[in-house]
């Protein structure tokens, strides 16, 4: 996977700390600038009303920080990966929800107080201004992006229509903005506030712009990708080989994945994450994908010649974060996809490959594993068996058992989420350093 070289040493920064700290820095200096702002710019028409500004300013800066979360700036992924940033992007959704329904309502209650009128007459006179009936709707919209994101609707709704449903974080974006270039308590403020509030939209919006749309867009039209085969692997695991135009000038890495669009097979909008299933050599793509629902199982049709729309490469799955010459990588089920490509890239030995599925007969692309673990001298076990009966081969014991030098390894893991947990906490309790666990999960929300 790397040369000795290209290990994070102890005493270095990682790469993941270094982009926390980055981010960490970026919001506390943008908070700094923002409570100056509140300051500089003294206390509303009553105390309630300057609350409600409070509430109204750091409501913005959240919203802007959460365009860079799903920016997909190219830098920040690699280090921290798609599926943390997600997760953060969640939090950051909900804390942002709360601050601006406190906003608004403590607006309604503060020009209540002043005019000495009922909230629900407030309520209504301020839906007849412009900003603040634009904020109202923004507000609305941020609401139905929220409940539609809990837990218990999340899991009921087909993707699809859940992130339908969430596109309207955007209509918010753009309401928001208006809302709060038309407030002269915030943009006018000063010259000061108003370059600053500008540049922060100019830069948020640029860097959604840019990762989301232009990014992808040029890519595509530069490699011009097709699928070039299609490869049953199983009854219901296929592999999808891609090619195109100057591959070898994809900055993809073993380890990543990207968002595959089929859009002459599939319905556009229709975008699914797969892993390569091999190294990215320069010449073409794999993909290898299990049959779960309509689209997985549908890559079987693809006929060759099918035009491919994607996204990326994004994830953090990669030897970028090897600290440690051994490696030991932990596949379950179709995890083994880029758990395969990361072994290719693997130019020494002292590698262990643990490789967990029901039977035999679901142990795709073993083949090559086997060779690629020959070739490196290295080890492979094949666990067979269920998750709960008979050995458990990922409960700490387990673990020590198979590699008895596993704290001195990097750790890589990818499989379903409750034996990624279970491997992930086994190896809590056998104290391999945090720095040297990686892990994929296969889900992003
Ligand atoms: C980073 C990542 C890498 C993955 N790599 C592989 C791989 O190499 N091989 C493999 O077989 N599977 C992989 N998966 C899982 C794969 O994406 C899903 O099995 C597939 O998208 C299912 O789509 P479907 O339409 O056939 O099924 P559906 O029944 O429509 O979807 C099943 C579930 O898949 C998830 N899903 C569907 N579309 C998306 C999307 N656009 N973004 C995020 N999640 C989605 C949702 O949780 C959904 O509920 C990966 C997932 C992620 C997040």
Redesign the pocket.
Known sequence: MVDASALNRAGFVLPVVAARWALWMFVLANVVVVETLFLADGTGKNGTLTVAKFFGLHAALLLLFQLLLVARVPWLDRRIG??RLTVWHRWVGFTLLWTVLTHAVLVVLGYARLDDASMTKTFLALAGVTASLLGMLAAAALVVVAVVSTRFLRRRL???TW?GLHLLVYLALGLAFVHQLLETTTFKSSGFAELYWWTLWLLAFGGLVVGRIVMPVWRNAYHRFQVAAVVPESDD?VSVHVTGRHLDRLPARAGQ?F?WRFPGHHHWW??????L?AAPGGQSLR???????????GLRHVPVGTRVFMEGP??AFTSLHRTRPGALLIAGG?GI??VRALLEEESAGDVVVLYRVRTENDAVLVDEVRELVAARGGRLHLLTGRTGEGAQPFEPDGLRALVPDITERDVYVCGPPAMTSAVLKSLRVLNVPGRQVHA??????
Do not use: C, Q, W
């Not at 229709?270 to 892993?275: C, D, G, R, T």
């Not at 994908?289 to 199982?297: F, I, L, M, P, R």
């Not at 994929?440 to 929300?445: D, H, I, N, T, Y």
């Open positions: 798609m599926d087909r993707y699809e992130h695991v994945f968002i229709l975008a699914n994450p797969f892993s299933s993909l290898t994908a299990k049959a779960v629902g309509d689209t997985s199982a994004y994830g179709v996809t880029p994929e999960k296969f889900s992003l929300a």
